[in-house]
């Protein structure tokens, strides 16, 4: 075998040697370019699914908190417009201010959600004014337990107001005599006018409306598990926060410290940048709406509050999910991994078995299986090839016909393992002998032809004798007469053909048997 065929059957083997290797990884390459689309694909469907979420959830919570104070007002309104007040205020009717009493009691009763319900004159004075009791009642006051209420600024701003107006005030906490009411009592005031049908200012109706109901609607937001819900005035103090001992930082001097505008300057401006939106932080998602504290525009409402609900998602919780996520596929990886590793190994190895028996069926297709040769097919096509040469360069071109004697008898005394060896001998000899750019092949039982480039025909005769003494040589070392009969021809002309020669030779080769079997007996 040549060098370069050497070579090329080592690169063959290698490359064989690799494919159970290159497809296992492959396969498993494939298996994470796939779960690497799977995450980013299901990774941004949960951001999607959040922010829609999120969204949704604040203008849900948005809208709740407008029909509550839209309710509020409603019953305000009732009362206040109601012929009663009107009554009662312009003392037309004694009985007038007993039945509205009844019916702001009722109202109270009803909602659960009223701290305080009153009437007021035209000079700040209560005329009316139930309180709510512990049991969710309403007590009507005494009048000895009315007071003049015509500093408060929510009386002043209220009675300023154009008729059936409504006034709010900021939501904060009740104070009593100066002082924050204990415990904190969050309210939100809700005023208006009363005036005659000729436009006189009769009174005020005013209602303290419960924080705390808001505080109910909040806590029946959908929040996901680890999410952070506030509610923000305008200058960023917290109306609430998951944890309460942070609210009220304008009205409690130890908690004025706590505000998400000082907090979170930068998460503040962009909170101010828009009404409704989200960005994104190092600490994590923001979701918020900025809007009036107001009922809806079916009210006439002069003056209102601006608040913030604002929706915090921790990065922590982002992460977490992106880890699940994670923790899910690599869990899928390690699954798969190993059954690809092997399913490609297995090709792999069936793939090269295949190559294997292909490149065998086609190495025995042109060569003969007990001596390695090439056989006829394999070296007449060489030999045609040279022929080509020849007619082109006209270097001289021979050919070698050889034929081993009496195998026949060796088989019949010996044995057809003595017959072999003898055959295999001869190849032998001949691969010995020959240069690495001639080419031999056995072509019968026999029979071997060896083609000669660039060797005349004295050359060729002179390379057959050496085999033919090798041969012999080899008989010799296990006390056998081997011998072989030779001969030679040159391609002659462009007339000449590759059949012509080896018919020559073969013709040279008998007459040289027939000499032999003159001078040597056998
Ligand atoms: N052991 C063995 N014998 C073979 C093989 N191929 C062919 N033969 C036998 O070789 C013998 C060839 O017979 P012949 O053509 O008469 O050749 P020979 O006996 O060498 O006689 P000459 O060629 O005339 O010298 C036949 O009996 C074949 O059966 C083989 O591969 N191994």
């Not at 390379?463 to 040589?473: C, G, V």
Request: proline residues 3%; aromatic residues 8%; hydrophobic residues 40%.
């Amino acid at each position: 075998m040549s060098e370069k065929t050497k070579t090329g059957v080592v690169a063959n083997e290698l490359r064989s040697n690799k494919k159970p290797w290159i497809y296992s990884l492959g396969l498993v390459l494939f298996l994470l370019c796939v779960l690497t689309v799977i995450y980013n694909n299901a990774h941004n469907k949960i951001i999607n699914d959040r922010a829609t979420k999120q969204f949704n959830e604040v203008a849900e919570m948005r809208q709740k908190i407008s029909e509550e104070i839209s309710a509020v007002a409603a019953d305000l309104v009732y009362f206040s417009h109601s012929s009663l007040a009107l009554e009662t205020l312009a003392h037309l009717d004694p009985s007038a201010k007993e039945y509205l009493a009844s019916l702001m009691r009722k109202i109270g009763e009803l909602k659960k959600s009223f701290d305080q319900i009153r009437v007021l004159d035209a000079k700040g004075k209560e005329v009316i004014r139930l309180n709510q009791r512990a049991d969710q009642t309403m007590a009507i006051l005494a009048e000895t337990e009315l007071q003049n209420k015509s500093d408060r600024y929510y009386f002043k701003d209220a009675s300023a107001l154009p008729p059936e107006h409504i006034y709010l005030s900021r939501f904060d906490l009740n104070q009593e005599n100066g002082q924050v009411q204990l415990p904190l009592n969050p309210v939100i005031r809700l005023a208006t006018p009363i005036h005659s049908a000729a436009g006189q200012l009769l009174g005020v109706g005013l209602l303290n409306y419960r924080g705390n109901r808001l505080y109910e609607l909040l806590n029946k937001m959908s929040v996901h598990e680890g999410d952070l819900v506030y509610l923000l005035n305008d200058a960023g103090y917290y109306l609430w926060h998951p944890n309460h001992s942070k609210e009220w930082g304008f009205m409690l001097p130890e908690r004025s410290a706590f505000n998400f505008a000082k907090d979170n300057p930068q998460a503040w401006n962009l909170i101010h940048a828009e009404e409704t939106g989200s960005f994104s932080l190092a600490s994590g998602e923001y979701y918020f709406s900025t809007f009036e504290l107001a009922p809806s525009a079916d009210f006439k409402v002069t003056i209102s509050e601006k608040i913030t609900l604002l929706m915090h998602v921790p990065s922590r919780i982002i992460d977490e999910s992106s880890h699940l996520l994670l923790v899910g596929l690599a869990l899928v990886f390690l699954v798969l991994a190993p059954i690809l590793v092997f399913l490609g190994w297995k090709l792999g190895v069936s793939q090269n078995r295949q190559a294997q028996l292909l490149s065998k069926l086609a190495f025995e297709a042109r060569h003969d299986a007990l001596t390695g040769l090439e056989n006829r097919k394999a070296i007449m096509e060489h030999l045609e090839r040279e022929v080509l040469r020849f007619y082109r360069n006209k270097k001289p071109l021979s050919v070698g016909f050889i034929d081993v004697n009496y195998l026949k008898r060796v088989n019949d005394r010996l044995g057809h393992e003595q017959g072999d060896e003898m055959i295999k001998g001869a190849a032998k000899a001949i691969l010995d002998v020959i240069r690495c750019s001639d080419n031999a092949a056995r072509i019968g039982g026999d029979e071997f032809l060896i083609v000669l480039p660039e060797c005349s025909i004295d050359g060729a005769n002179q390379t057959m004798q050496r085999i033919e003494k090798m041969f012999a040589s080899f008989g010799r070392r296990i006390n056998a007469d081997w011998s072989l009969s030779y001969g030679c021809s040159q391609l002659e002309n462009d007339d000449d053909s590759a059949e012509k020669a080896v018919a020559r030779a073969d013709a040279k080769m008998y007459q040289f048997k027939q000499a032999q079997r003159q001078t040597v007996k056998p």
